[in-house]
């Protein structure tokens, strides 16, 4: 056989990700109140858009059957269809479309004669901006800067959320430097911000108030002993007597553990629905869009002929078309997101019917693969559309990640429960329990197991620390202070 070049014609088919399929997909993962910001923009960049009406959402919404009933057709085959993107098969341009998953959010209005609260909260500054107004004075350059960064990174309570070595990697700027910057931060006020943990957020405040001697530094390093009562060995830790040892305990629990709480936390967006879920009179479940959120659009055609005949040049007829096409592209995006996304809302209902008839001990086990096999999508797109939407139900508000979670398996090899499911049990335990006779992690395992509930001690105390509940010791050593 001999070698030398030759031309061969092969014929293919992938899926290649243009920038309005890309819009498309990020569509899918924003929440209705993002998709009014991202609209809103719209309007203003392309004139042959306009708001028609708020009812477009529920013309779709009217076709759902009950959950019990099979998904109508429109929904399930053919007719419009729901956007599902397989992942493997993505390959991705550079576009500008990007920049349009920022972040917006809307805040509701008061009446006439009712106070403003929101105008009371502005009237307090946030952590971050009192110590903004602090650090100028202390540091200046490419320290203020790394300064102001770690300010950006500390968490409600005043703490550095982010790992020191972290931050040098990111800002490219050595430990050391970072370090310096730190201990800038934790010289403001309030005493004790910029802490990296509980310890040295009150050996900060033991410094201020120069009661930082080897004794206070060894009680404030062993304060997993004095939570677990070990009083006796701590004080012979400290090498003090009853008498400056109590003094010592009085002192710090003095301090502020959370120095930055005394703060207005950082204005909140709202969380509005973006699915409703009501119960009909056949027994079943609707399930909708939130409308008030999705201003339907239309195509302004006339406007449309009326440019037209104004353009003359090539330019012009381009841009005008770049419009139209672009009008006609976004109007189908936002109806195969709404249709995604209520098809894929229902499947959730339908599989966690026990949680919407009678709450969260009836919540199953649920993965993104069981729903993407279910109404036949790729995985990744039932993410997408899980991502950042909230559901209103008679039960309350709930995320869409709230309805996955991992599988207990029941001690009888029945079906298995849902995490959510057993941590309500042990959260319904504890509540019940006895003053006089607290149960041990092992004792919420053996009333677990008589539930039908096969879990380990470790998962056991892994939930209760989830839920903020002490061990026992520490529950019978509230009550008794308590009582």
């Known amino acids: 056989m001999g070698l030398g070049p030759r031309l061969d014609l092969r014929q293919t088919q992938s899926l290649v990700m243009t920038p309005q399929l890309q819009q498309a997909i990020k569509l899918l993962a924003l929440s209705n109140l993002e998709i009014e910001a991202f609209v809103a923009e719209e309007l203003e960049k392309n004139p042959l858009i306009e708001a028609g009406g708020e009812d477009g959402a529920a013309e779709i919404a009217e076709t759902i059957e009950p959950v019990a009933d099979p998904l109508p057709d429109s929904l399930a085959g053919g007719g419009e269809q729901a956007l599902d993107i397989d992942p493997g098969e993505e390959r991705f341009q550079d ?285 990744s797109t039932v993410s997408r559309v899980t991502s950042n939407k909230y559901l209103a139900c008679g039960r309350g508000l709930f995320e869409l990640k709230y309805f996955f979670t991992s599988a207990i398996q029941a001690a009888d090899g029945g079906q298995a429960a849902s995490a959510a499911a057993v941590k309500n049990h042990i959260a319904r335990l504890i509540a019940e329990e006895p003053a006089d006779a607290v149960l041990s992690d092992d004792a919420l395992v053996d009333l677990l197991r008589a539930r039908g509930f096969d879990i380990a001690r470790r998962t056991v105390a892994k939930y209760r620390e989830a839920l903020g509940l002490g061990s026992s010791v520490q529950r019978r050593r509230q009550r008794r202070i308590a009582g």
Not at 105 to 133: K, M, V, W
Not at 166 to 180: S, T
Not at 323 to 348: F, G, H, M, P, Y
Request: charged content about 25%; glycine content about 8%; overall charge negative.
């Open 95 to 379: 576009s500008a479309a990007d920049a349009m998953a920022g972040m917006a959010a809307t805040a509701g209005g008061s009446g006439e004669d009712a106070p403003d609260l929101d105008q009371f909260a502005a009237a307090l500054p946030t952590l971050a901006e009192h110590l903004d107004q602090q650090i100028g004075t202390l540091c200046s350059g490419e320290d203020l800067a790394i300064a102001r960064h770690l300010i950006a990174c500390l968490d409600e309570a005043g703490y550095v959320a982010v790992p020191l070595d972290e931050v040098a990697a990111r800002l490219g700027q050595p430990l050391a430097r970072v370090e310096r910057a730190l201990a800038a931060v934790q010289s403001l006020d309030p005493t004790g911000v910029g802490a990296r943990d509980l310890a040295e957020c009150l050996a900060l405040q033991a410094r201020e108030a120069d009661r930082y001697d080897p004794a206070m530094a060894t009680l404030i390093g062993h304060l997993d002993l004095l939570a677990r009562g070990q009083i006796a060995a701590l004080r012979r830790l400290c090498g003090v007597d009853e008498e400056d040892f109590a003094d010592m305990v009085r002192e710090l629990r003095a301090y502020d553990p959370k120095p930055g709480a005394r703060f207005a936390a950082a204005e909140a967006s709202p969380v509005v629905p973006d699915i409703f879920v009501t119960a009909t009179t056949a027994g079943g479940w609707s399930v909708e869009l939130n409308a008030a959120t999705l201003p339907r659009l239309i195509v302004n055609r006339r406007y449309q002929a009326e440019l037209g005949h104004a353009a003359r040049d090539p330019a012009s007829k381009a841009w005008l078309a770049e419009c139209a096409t672009s009008a006609n592209w976004l109007i189908k995006a936002l109806d195969q997101r709404a249709r995604t996304i209520v098809r894929v809302a229902t499947e959730i209902v339908r599989l966690q019917d026990g949680f919407f008839r009678h709450g969260v001990e009836q919540l199953r086990p649920l993965t993104l693969r069981t729903v993407a096999e279910a109404i036949g999508m790729h995985e």
